[in-house]
């Protein structure tokens, strides 16, 4: 019994110590001041998002996983920025794109519509565009200026709240 414990012991260490390893790796991400990359995504109801034709609006990307933790709790706050900002605006609705790292469509939609969520959503089963903004991390939610700017940028710690958003629109 005792070396079923240590086995255990071992185990359960090894997995957290892999977790604080992927934590202490460096972050190479994109922040407030740089320039938005070029990219152009296709949204899940047929429509394209290009970051070069925002309409000369001020854009939010938002980078998620639907198995990530962080991310289910941001979503509901990100819909409900784009529900008040396109309230406020009668109607029109805020250039708002949801884009998930490496998950499939079908997961995507499935999570969409189970949680009623109605924000744009570019599913992506790689990680080539989230890898232009950043190499580790999730949510990551920038905020990019009509002249392709980012003037705001968020990753897990803190995450924005509604008012921290609708202050950049």
């Known amino acids: 019994m005792k070396q079923i414990v240590k086995s255990m ?3 359960v260490t090894l997995i957290l110590a892999g977790c604080v390893t ?5 972050e190479d991400a994109l922040s407030a001041g740089d320039r938005c990359p070029e990219f152009s995504v296709q949204l ?23 198995d990530c933790s962080d991310c289910r709790r941001e979503l ?22 949801c884009i998930s790292r490496a998950q499939p469509e079908a997961s995507v939609r499935a999570y969409w519509e189970e949680h009623d969520l109605t924000l744009p959503v570019a599913p992506q089963s790689d990680n080539a565009v989230y890898r232009l903004f950043a190499n580790v ?13 980012i003037v705001a940028a968020w990753s897990d710690d803190p995450l924005p709240g509604v008012a921290d958003i609708i202050s950049h629109f």
């Open 9 to 11: 012991f071992m185990v």
């Open 22 to 26: 992927d934590k202490i790796e460096p």
């Open 44 to 66: 899940l109801d047929g429509s394209s998002f290009s970051s070069t034709d925002t309409g000369g609006r001020t854009a939010l990307i938002a980078f998620f996983n639907t």
């Open 76 to 97: 509901p706050i990100l819909q409900k920025a784009y529900d008040e900002l396109t309230a406020s605006a009668g109607g029109q609705a805020p250039q708002f794109i």
């Open 137 to 149: 991390g999730i949510p990551r939610i920038f905020i990019v200026d009509p002249s392709g700017i």
